[in-house]
């Protein structure tokens, strides 16, 4: 019997490569791994996928070949990309007969159909409900199961890799972060954790895990000052914790992006999922571990820490985003 084959979307970024070299390793599958600009393929190739093709969400032209005998797909994607993905739902939809599986990216709070939803409740500064970038990770659900399909979801804690990633030349140079988060405690989760849970869920496959919603978080909440204690030890220098208050952040940043390290400080974030020890058997990586030790594509965090970045200062990465309407 042939190998099934999956569909790897952003399989370049920190997740998809994991998921590729995990995927490969197990010998189950036939790893289909898209990338976005040529000179990545090599590097998929180097992870282990069998196959690799030009996928851009935003092009429907490029959607038939990554597409072709397809029966799983893993589907991740940022923000700025939410019109192209509500789009690719609707392709999937019409091949429902064909992708007996999709497995989507998501995040903690966009739970409006697994929880009872008060929008006072939830909300994240005065006169605001769900937070922008939360309602668009659930419209990133929602359209999948509007369309049908066996669908998991990972709704993932706030990703230790991207904690930090604005601050990369002062850590370097000066030795000090900042980031209006303080004493808040969120339990952050490591890339290579949901990349380890999303292999499971794609190989035990639709039977075990479809219309399944899982929270992924890391073993421990933890506060900047402990996360600037870890990045220390793994740095070997001392790192300081700058507070910062919420009206810079949104001066750097933009109001989406505030709007959700709101919702960060008020303690959404704080608890400790077992749903990740249920899929896979152990705890999850903590933060120091992330940093110091290699996941199944080679790096460590601290290796990917000084990796690109979607946030710059002075601007506002949600500002299109923003704009778009269900």
Not at 30 to 44: G, S
Not at 165 to 194: H, M, Y
């Amino acid at each position: 019997m042939s190998k099934p084959t999956v569909l790897i979307t952003s399989a370049t970024g920190r997740i998809g490569r994991e998921l590729v070299a995990r995927l490969a390793a197990s010998e189950k599958v036939i790893v289909r791994a898209c990338y976005f600009t040529a000179d990545k393929a090599e590097v998929l190739k180097g992870l282990g996928a069998h196959e690799v093709v030009h996928f851009d969400l935003n092009t429907p032209d490029t959607w038939q070949a990554a597409l072709d005998g397809v029966s799983s797909v893993y589907s991740a994607s940022l923000d700025p990309m939410l019109e192209g993905h509500l789009a690719f739902c609707k392709e999937l939809g019409k091949r429902k007969e064909q992708i007996k599986h999709v497995l989507r990216i998501s995040c903690m709070g966009a739970d409006t159909n697994t929880a009872s939803y008060d929008p006072e409740q939830h909300a994240s500064r005065p006169g605001a409900g769900i937070p922008l970038m939360l309602q668009h990770y659930w419209w990133g659900e929602k359209a999948l199961i509007d369309e049908g399909l066996a669908l998991s979801v990972l709704r993932n804690n706030f990703f230790m890799n991207h904690l930090l990633k604005t601050d990369c030349d002062n850590i370097q140079s000066e030795g000090w972060f900042t980031n209006p988060l303080g004493d808040a405690r969120n339990s952050f989760v490591s890339t290579r954790d949901i990349a380890e849970a999303a292999a499971v869920i794609l190989l035990e496959g639709p039977d075990k895990h479809a219309d399944k919603f899982y929270d992924i978080t890391g073993p421990a909440p933890q506060s900047m000052a402990e996360i600037a204690a870890d990045l220390g030890r793994a740095m070997g220098k001392v790192i300081e914790y700058r507070p910062q208050s919420m009206v810079d952040f949104e001066r750097d940043f933009g109001s989406t992006r505030a709007e959700f390290f709101e919702y960060l400080t008020n303690g959404f974030y704080t608890r400790c999922s077992p749903d990740f020890y249920n899929i896979t058997g152990h705890k999850p990586t903590s933060y120091y571990e992330y940093l110091t030790t290699e996941g199944a594509s080679g790096e460590t965090g601290l290796e990917e820490l000084w990796q690109g970045n979607l946030w710059k200062k002075g601007e506002d990465a949600m500002k299109k985003a923003a704009s778009v309407k269900l």
